[in-house]
DNA sequence: CTATTTGCAAACCCTTTGCAAAAAT
DNA sequence: ATTTTTGCAAAGGGTTTGCAAATAG
């Protein structure tokens, strides 16, 4: 589904700045805040961080928008999109996704069955010494 | 390996403070700080909130201690044990551990194929709207 | 026209730091 | 004897809040 259809179903208004927020997590950089406030001053100059943290408690709210922790140096942001998970490299700090595959997707429904629920949300996260860039 | 083998392995000096984190981690209920800080405080009612931090740093640096992202609320803390996966609600907000199973170990080993190289560490959560205790 | 959002500044945590005294090795 | 750790108080930094003006629906 599109942001503003996402918006629009949580009653949220479509704003220049929200919008900005939106489209630059989507290019998947998983940026920290500070990262995303630099990046969206590039479009806003005058936006407040404020409005940043505004915004972004508002789209977790919603689940569009989540925080990964990386165990080391600060959060990074993510959108949601199809079920994936994270590598996360010790050496840069970079995050990259990576798709399930059917042995996550089994292991999800074992855990489904033995705590007999619906997981909302799996969060998945392996951490590396280097990552492809780090190995050089 | 016990708490005082693997502080001494990392030169860090046993005292009764840093056991009293340790022995209230190894219960593994997963406080957040304020609620380990408030336990230890029934040990030690003069320990200052900055020895706390203080430790959980060094202890996070060895490995040995780490948190865990709620999405909601405060972070959580843990002990290093055997790999095992949790399951976080949304409802109280309690985080329960669960054991990895072959399908999340095979997951592990395609992803370390995948990258050719080794997950030091596999972070993994399972968000549920209702726990065991909340379905009532 | 009404409700939400923005931007600014101030307030509010939570976490870290500096330092002298105490404790561990 | 040396080095680390503790506890206190102060500083620091990230996040939230209140409010008036601007904007979206």
Redo the contacts between chains.
Sequence with gaps: MDSISHLRENHLKVTPQRMSILKILDRHTHPSIDELYEEIKKDFPSISLATVYKNLNIL?DTGMV????T?MGK?KLDVYMHPH?H?LC?KCGAVFD?DF?D??Y???K??EK??D????????????????NC?Q
């Design positions: 977790k989540f925080e990964i922790n165990h959060p998970a590598i010790k990576v595959t042995n996550l089994a292991y999800q074992e855990l033995k705590i629920g619906k997981i909302i949300k799996f969060d998945v996260s392996a951490i590396v010494d280097f990552c492809e190995k």
